[in-house]
């Protein structure tokens, strides 16, 4: 079974640019949740999204959305990028049903703001 | 409320020996608690987890130990590997928050380094 898979692996943007983050679940898995990781802040979690409708969001501002396909696939965008913005942005997928647990994680995208 | 403080920060251990990380929540409704490990350029990939139902689990050279009065668990890794070099999160999540439990909330980690 094909694990989490993020594109673009790297990029570089510069200051007021936007970005879009994608993220291809495991499939079978119907939530797909994002993460920001920085070597200050360590592992945050941003939002998750299920069934196309986002189900919970972490305390980021409003430049940071997603959201999710039919076939649960995920985007997220970041608008007016930061310096502070660059970091690794990591998706997870989970198969949600209540009765398995875990997320698993992809490699990540890490973002470099100039 | 929401957070988890962890340490050590870093550890260095000898081959063979017992690695220990400790964490702390704060909010008494988190009902899973999953320890997580990352190796550099990697995600993050599932170790092991518990509910506060249970005091103890064991899965081959990994432990962890909850403490729900102290609002504490652990990871114990016995016969620490070289291989078992990498950042090691603790987290928790609510089971009923939103219905879901993709939103962890991550200790800052700690890095452990396993001396040959």
């Known amino acids: 079974k094909a694990g989490v898979t993020q594109t673009p692996r790297y990029l570089i943007k510069t200051r007021g640019q936007q970005v879009t983050l994608s993220c291809s679940p495991i499939s079978g898995h119907r939530s797909v949740s994002w993460y920001q990781q920085t070597p200050g802040q360590g592992l945050q979690f941003l939002f998750e999204?299920?069934?196309?409708?986002?189900?919970n969001k972490g305390n980021f501002p409003g430049r940071f959305s997603g959201r999710q396909f039919s076939n649960s696939r995920s985007e997220m965008n970041v608008s007016t990028l930061e310096l502070g913005d660059s970091a690794l942005y990591l998706c997870?997928?989970?198969?949600?049903?209540?009765?398995?647990?875990?997320?698993?994680f992809g490699p990540g995208t890490r973002l470099l703001v100039l | 409320q929401q957070q988890v403080k962890q340490s050590p920060q870093s550890l260095i251990v000898q081959k063979g020996g017992i690695s220990i990380i400790n964490c702390a929540y704060e909010n008494t409704a988190f009902d899973y608690f999953p320890w997580y490990q990352q190796f550099p350029g990697k995600g993050p990939a599932l170790l092991i987890a518990?509910?506060?139902?249970?005091s103890e689990k064991k899965e081959g050279r990994f432990t962890i130990s909850f403490n729900k009065s102290a609002k504490q668990f652990s990871l114990h890794i016995m016969d620490s590997q070289p291989g078992d070099s990498a950042t090691y999160f603790c987290a928790a999540s609510l089971m009923n928050y939103g219905g879901s439990q993709g939103n962890l909330i991550f200790g800052k980690g700690t890095k452990l380094s396993v001396k040959p």
């Open positions: 997870a997928s989970m198969r949600a049903d209540m009765t398995q647990e875990t997320q698993y």
């Open positions: 999204y299920f069934s196309e409708t986002q189900r």
């Open positions: 518990i509910r506060p139902d249970v």
